[in-house]
């Protein structure tokens, strides 16, 4: 299974169009965006995929950014979400609560855990947690996201 992953597109419909572009040609399975969404016209670009999506700093309508997630049968988590793919406990979040971050890190229940809010790619590990940030799709250079093969814990930063 392959997991796309992005973060940070504030509402600009062409670096989110180009990261559906990839992430379709790179045949993932499924989608986690990591917040500041910033406008539900944005959640419609993610048809293809069962999306799982957390609210960001800048997610300033987070009620209307849910029912748009719900319409297009996307997962809407709030300020934090977990899900299992493959085998894998997967975690997910903004990461404007830096000590949140910090606790999912720690806990040592997690195999992955994706975070946007800095809009600096960055994969890491922490003992057997694997803790990946795409980057952004707005206000950084490059725009960039990631994958990451299931089961495995293969993670890519993919520069748009």
Same mark, same amino acid.
């Given at each position: ?8 597109? &504030? !509402? ?5 169009? /180009? #990261?559906? =572009?990839?992430?379709?040609? +790179? ?49 809407? &988590? !709030? ?5 299992? /793919? #493959?085998? =894998?406990?997967?975690?997910? +979040? ?65 520069? +748009?």
């Amino acid at each position: 299974m392959r997991l796309g992953i992005v973060s940070d597109t &504030h !509402g600009r419909r062409p670096g989110a169009l /180009a #990261a559906v =572009r990839m992430l379709e040609s +790179l045949e993932v399975d499924a989608v986690v965006h990591c917040g500041d969404i910033g406008d539900s016209a944005i959640i419609e670009l993610f048809a293809p995929w069962t999306t799982h999506f957390v609210q960001g700093n800048c997610d300033e309508d987070p009620a209307d950014l849910e029912a748009a997630a719900v319409a297009g049968g996307h997962v809407w &988590h !709030g300020l934090f979400g977990s899900f299992e /793919a #493959a085998g =894998r406990r997967i975690a997910l +979040l903004h990461s404007h609560q830096r000590e949140r971050l910090r606790q999912a890190i720690l806990c040592g229940q997690w195999d992955l855990i994706c975070y946007g809010h800095t809009h600096q790619a960055a994969i890491d590990r922490h003992g057997a947690t694997l803790v990946v940030n795409p980057g952004a799709l707005h206000r950084a250079q490059p725009h960039s996201l990631a994958i990451v093969d299931l089961p495995e814990l293969e993670p890519q930063i993919i520069r +748009l």
